[in-house]
T-cell receptor, first 112, second 105 residues
Framework: DAGITQSPRYKITETGRQVTLMCHQTWSHSYMFWYRQDLGHGLRLIYYSAAADITDKGEVPDGYVVSRSKTENFPLTLESATRSQTSVYFC???????????FGQGTRLTVV | DAKTTQPNSMESNEEEPVHLPCNHSTISGTDYIHWYRQLPSQGPEYVIHGLTSNVNNRMASLAIAEDRKSSTLILHRATLRDAAVYYCILNDMRFGAGTRLTVKP
């Protein structure tokens, strides 16, 4: 199916474990973004990528790692999950700035 | 980085126009102004964007001040389905807290 998909939709993990959230888009968009949204708050940019093998930090990158070996995939890894990383994570893609961004459905991550 | 400022919340009556303001006093000459909205339990969705001229689409209108330091998203007839958090952002794709719009029947 065409679009942008995130997996898993829901994840519960324990403190200290490594967890990877996946983001896949079918349009070959150049730009991809990861955000976190804490309950009752706006989105905060974690990392973004302008193209394959090009990534850069956003507002809150600490504790997260990203990679982009293929244009269509942009996984986000929490190297050692902490309770403060409990949040809803959104991935987005943009063909070219400053055009429309498309967002995934989000991954609800709970760290216990 | 350029930033945007929006009121935390606004209310509107159903079928009335809504004007959602946004200040971006440090906007650069190449920055577009983008608006997104987020319905409950969903990811943000694109509404409209513009550079200098006012813009219209099927969802809304965007009025941009001549000095580009502010803009207004206009929903011409609010419906209950327009109740959402509205975000005004620039090219850096950094979202603030947005404006929570409540639409009263």
């Amino acid at each position: 199916d065409a679009g942008i998909t995130q997996s898993p939709r829901y994840k519960i993990t324990e403190t200290g474990r490594q967890v990877t959230l996946m983001c896949h888009q079918t349009w070959s968009h150049s730009y991809m973004f990861w955000y976190r949204q804490d309950l009752g708050h706006g989105l905060r940019l974690i990392y973004y990528s302008a193209a394959a093998d090009i990534t850069d930090k956003g507002e809150v990158p600490d504790g997260y790692v990203v990679s982009r070996s293929k244009t269509e995939n942009f996984p986000l890894t929490l190297e050692s999950a902490t309770r403060s990383q409990t949040s809803v994570y959104f991935c987005a893609s943009v063909k070219l700035k400053p055009t429309e961004a498309f967002f995934g459905q989000g991954t609800r991550l709970t760290v216990v | 980085d350029a930033k945007t400022t929006q009121p935390n919340s606004m209310e509107s009556n159903e079928e009335e126009p809504v004007h959602l303001p946004c200040n971006h006093s440090t906007i650069s000459g190449t920055d577009y102004i983008h608006w997104y909205r987020q319905l409950p339990s969903q990811g943000p969705e694109y509404v409209i964007h513009g550079l200098t001229s006012n813009v219209n689409n099927r969802m809304a209108s965007l009025a941009i001040a001549e000095d580009r330091k502010s803009s207004t998203l206009i929903l011409h007839r609010a419906t209950l389905r327009d109740a959402a958090v509205y975000y005004c952002i620039l090219n850096d794709m950094r979202f603030g807290a947005g404006t929570r719009l409540t639409v009263k029947p």
